[in-house]
């Protein structure tokens, strides 16, 4: 098979048209394999090195919408040009990564064929740009607009103390956050779980709307 065409294929499904020749150069340019992934609840997606035998990959899940999977890869791929530029061992969202973000995410704002009110906010994200971009309220705002309906909630989007369900029919109360995490008591165990502000969730009115406590 043909690794260019098969990536250039990939690039046209899940990026805006007209991000793609710059992103399809890039991957040309450095020995990175991307991945799409399966859908995650903690990530959106990851960067790992490679060693002297295998490359380092990019992976991305495969249910974000465009804009989410550009924002993510861009994420993603200033991970890598860290790796390639830094002989030394540096913080993994430290000033290195976000000037590659600024200087990756910066190109892409050129691109007018992109809709305004997603280049305002992924231009103020990258004056400082953060460890994930659902910390952003602005940015995580319009991304979440292009999703198509009917998707689940995520976590962070919930009051305090509401109910929900996760795939199983478990039934949470949500917590307080924790750093970075909400704890959340799980219903059917009475044991605490920590939940990443991405994970996809059913909310629920009551205990017992949907699921059964056991």
Known sequence: MNR??????ALIRYLPGDC?????????????????????????????????????VISVNHNLNKYSFLVTLIHEMAHA??????????KPHGEEWKNACRI???????ESTLPGDFRHAF????????????SNAKL??????????GLTTRISELEENA???????????????IRTRYRCECLNNKRIYLFSPLAEILPVDEPGTSGSLR
Request: proline residues 8%; without cysteine; charged residues 25%.
């Open 20 to 56: 793609v020749p710059a992103v399809l150069n890039w991957f040309n340019i450095h020995p990175v394999v991307l991945r799409i992934s399966r859908s995650r609840r903690s990530k959106l997606g990851d960067f790992r090195g490679g060693t002297r035998l295998t490359p380092p």
């Open 163 to 177: 109910f929900f369900v996760i795939p199983g029919g478990r039934v949470f109360r949500k917590g307080k956050k």
């Open 81 to 90: 040009e860290v790796f390639f530029t830094n002989s030394r061992r540096v």
């Open 140 to 149: 995580s705002e319009v991304l979440r607009s292009y999703d198509p309906p």
């Open 104 to 110: 990756l995410g910066n190109a892409f704002l050129d």
């Open 4 to 9: 260019n065409r098969d990536l250039e294929a």
């Open 123 to 134: 231009a103020a994200y990258l004056e400082n740009p953060s460890a994930s971009s659902t």
